[in-house]
Each structure stands twice: as structure tokens, then as C-alpha cells.
């Protein structure tokens, strides 16, 4: 059995990220899919890929909700509830994106993972 490189460098990858690193990772992960499916947007497999992102990006979304509604977590109330407050938003986007498609509603959620993903990364 053969193993392909690319899921071996991510293995590695992922073992070797710690915190907001991982955290980066994932939300510029998120944001490159997304921008793929904007970019293909006529594709044929159009419908399937949109669903496989969009609940790719609220799995992520939803770990940050359930990190920041711990009442262990460091951040200070007031980026805590920021974050909850984008996280919402990117859910009603979420839903509305799928009950309507549209290419350009993809570009905020898009812009969201690439900022906070920069901001995690300190770029």
C-alpha cells in the first residue's frame, strides 16, 4: 500500500501545530475551500461541494463557539463575545447560503477565515 505524500506531510503537520497555529490552519483550510467552490462555481458537482464545505466551515465555526463559551478560556470577555458574535453570523450566512445559493455570499465567509486565521497567526 502506497501512501501519498501529501496526506503524510499533513499528518506531520497537524501533530506538529499547536493552539492557534492549528487553529490558523484550519480557518485558512476552510477559507481556501471555499474560494475553490466560488471559483468553480459552474462546476457540475456545484451543489454536492457547496454542502461538503459550507458544513466543513461550520464544524470549524462550531468548535470556536463551544472553545469560547468555556468558561476556562483565557481570552477577555470582550474578544469572547466579538468571536461569538462573528461565529453567529457565519452561521446565519451558513444557512442562508445553502436555502439560496449565490457565489458572492461566499466571499465574506471567505474574507472572515483568511483575517482571523492572519490575526491567530500574528501575520
Request: net charge negative; charged share 25%; aromatic share 8%.
Amino acid at each position: 500500500m502506497s501512501v501519498n505524500p501529501l496526506d503524510a506531510y499533513q499528518a506531520v503537520e497537524k501533530s506538529t501545530l499547536a493552539g492557534r497555529e492549528l487553529e490558523a490552519s484550519v480557518l485558512t483550510r476552510s477559507a481556501n475551500l471555499l474560494a475553490d467552490v466560488r471559483a468553480n462555481w459552474n462546476s457540475p458537482e456545484l451543489e454536492q461541494r457547496l454542502d461538503d464545505v459550507l458544513r466543513f466551515n461550520q464544524r470549524v465555526w462550531t468548535f470556536f463557539q463551544t472553545e469560547i463559551s468555556d468558561p476556562e478560556n483565557p481570552l477577555p470577555v470582550e474578544i469572547k463575545k466579538n468571536l461569538l458574535s462573528l461565529s453567529l453570523f457565519i452561521d446565519r450566512r451558513t444557512y442562508d447560503l445553502m436555502a439560496f445559493p449565490s457565489p458572492e455570499k461566499l466571499d465574506v465567509l471567505i474574507s472572515i477565515n483568511r483575517n482571523v486565521s492572519s490575526g491567530l497567526s500574528g501575520n
